[in-house]
């Protein structure tokens, strides 16, 4: 799998067929980030080692989303947090793969903020996915898959292997307002570009200091815009 000089179209399908059959992952998709990797919050120079990036991502599941009714639950949090162990061991193991064939690979953690207020870290899964054609930024300033909605985790591989790349996807909320509705913080408007985003950290350091939960999170616009698999479920049989 992976050899050193194999086209890029090759090298694309035997990574997705890893990331999917082997490691579990249930989103897979590559980017060129040569435009955007000066953004990065890495070492300088170490972002122009790599034109890719391999997007990964794992559901979150239903269930532990109707724990949630106005505030994020404990079982949602651990849901959260072995989530993103998951997704850090897979872009380890898919890494490791790419280095083994002789070229460079650099995992960058599913949920290592840096910068919690102005949500930063070292680059943005979020943009990245998008690139990589997983989804759109939709008006819960989430990416926004076709078929999960916004009910997955995302985690980042930098590497330099060649790859074919996907394309990105036009906005496709359409008349779909259910975040709206369900924002505890009203930060959620008609526009993605508007989103309010301090509002939304008051309300997860709210959370947070009333010990809901360890960590700035909420889950309530992730549940609304369960996706197109959960509109299937309810469908009458």
Same mark, same amino acid.
């Given at each position: 799998m +992976?050899?050193v000089?194999?086209? =890029? ?7 997705k ?14 980017? $060129? ?9 890495l070492s ?9 990036a391999?997007s990964?991502?794992k559901?979150?599941? %239903?269930s532990? %989303?109707?724990?949630?009714? $106005?505030?994020?639950?404990? %079982? ?6 072995q ?5 850090d061991?897979? =872009? ?6 790419i280095?083994s064939?002789?070229?460079? =690979?650099?995992? +960058?953690?599913a ?5 919690w ?13 998008q690139? =990589? ?6 008006r819960?300033?989430?990416l926004?898959?076709?078929? %999960?909605?916004?009910?997955f ?13 996907d /394309? ?13 509705? +369900?924002?505890p913080a009203?930060?959620i408007?008609d526009?993605?570009t508007?989103?309010d ?23 309530l616009?992730?549940?609304a815009? /369960?996706?197109q698999?959960?509109l ?6």
């Open positions: +992976v050899k000089n194999q086209p =890029a179209e090759l090298n694309y399908e035997e990574l067929k890893y990331c999917l059959e082997t490691l579990g992952l249930d989103l897979f998709g590559v980017a $060129d980030i040569r435009e955007i990797r000066s953004t990065f919050s300088p120079g170490l972002a122009d080692r790599y034109d890719f391999v990964l991502g559901e979150v599941l %239903l532990v %989303l109707d724990d949630i009714k $106005d505030a994020p639950t404990a %079982l949602y949090f651990h849901h959260y947090r989530l993103n162990a998951f997704l061991r897979a =872009a380890l193991e898919l890494s490791a793969l280095n064939r002789g070229y460079l =690979a650099l995992p +960058v953690a949920s290592q903020v840096t910068d207020k102005n949500q930063r870290a070292h680059l943005s899964h979020k943009k990245i996915g690139l =990589a054609g997983l989804g759109w930024l939709g819960n300033n989430l926004v898959n076709p078929v %999960l909605g916004a009910r985790r995302l985690v980042t591989v930098l590497t330099n292997i060649p790859l074919k790349t /394309s990105a996807l036009s906005f496709g909320c359409g008349d779909c307002r259910r975040c709206l509705a +369900v924002c009203a930060a408007t526009s993605p508007e989103f985003h301090l509002a939304c950290f008051a309300k997860l350091k709210e959370f947070r200091d009333r010990g809901l939960v360890g960590q700035y999170i909420c889950g616009c992730v549940k815009c /369960s996706g698999k959960r299937e479920e309810l469908e009458p049989r």
